[in-house]
T-cell receptor
Framework: LAKTTQPISMDSYEGQEVNITCSHN???????ITWYQQFPSQGPRFIIQ???TKVTNEVASLFIPADRKSSTLSLPRVSLSDTAVYYC????????????FGGGTRLMVKP | DAGVIQSPRHEVTEMGQEVTLRCKPI?????LFWYRQTMMRGLELLIY????????DSGMPEDRFSAKMPNASFSTLKIQPSEPRDSAVYFC???????????????FGPGTRLTVL
């Protein structure tokens, strides 16, 4: 399984753009990159997924360079409600069916 | 669909007692996952099922833990006997069939907060 490395925590202010980078140096050819968000006392929820280049949805953008050894989750104009833990997931098991959550990045948005 | 349903939401028990956590996945989902989350260890995958069959239980901490999925709409995670170090939030998640390298979205339940005294 591709191991991921993310910053443990980040601070930001309301209205700013936040970029969280995840390193996954041993990503495999078939691996997709998926990001989840977890609020306190809730289970993680899917934010965005991509394979290469850029993906954008109503919540975030995901930037993946050509070598795919890292990815950056971009949250535009964050608000206090974006305070959460963000997980980067990469890889499947030999059966092609499993994700592994790393430690995540704890984002604190301040007023 | 109501999403993934877990019960109970909170469980307080004494060391040595048996604890059973329950999960109802989203209808039509072929994969079911059990996770444990603590401050120290983060979110850990314990076991997952595909079409009711356990595929990988390498994350189950020890023999005191067991999981079953008797049918497509129900799974249990049992701890017997429970210990204080088992105190954690236990999440159940489900997803559709995965194709190729595409990792389908996992839908998580609200979790069960277990406290073992």
């Amino acid at each position: 399984l591709a191991k991921t490395t993310q910053p443990i925590s980040m601070d930001s202010y309301e209205g700013q753009e936040v970029n969280i980078t995840c390193s996954h140096n041993n990503i495999a050819t078939n691996d997709y990159i998926t990001w989840y968000q977890q609020f306190p006392s809730q289970g993680p929820r899917f934010i965005i997924q991509g394979y290469k280049t850029k993906v954008t949805n109503e919540v975030a953008s995901l930037f993946i360079p050509a070598d795919r050894k890292s990815s950056t989750l971009s949250l535009p104009r964050v608000s206090l409600s974006d305070t959460a833990v963000y997980y980067c997931l990469v890889g499947v098991d030999n059966a092609g069916n499993m994700l592994t959550f790393g430690g995540g990045t704890r984002l604190m948005v301040k007023p | 669909d109501a999403g993934v349903i877990q019960s109970p939401r909170h469980e307080v028990t004494e060391m040595g007692q048996e604890v059973t956590l329950r999960c109802k996945p989203i209808s039509g989902h072929d994969y079911l996952f059990w996770y444990r989350q603590t401050m120290m260890r983060g979110l850990e995958l314990l076991i997952y099922f595909n079409n009711n069959v356990p595929i990988d239980d390498s994350g189950m901490p020890e023999d005191r833990f067991s999981a079953k999925m008797p049918n497509a709409s129900f799974s249990t995670l049992k701890i017997q006997p429970s210990e204080p170090r088992d105190s954690a939030v236990y999440f159940c998640a489900s997803s559709l069939v995965l194709a190729g390298g595409i990792q389908d979205t996992q839908y998580f339940g609200p979790g069960t907060r277990l406290t073992v005294l």
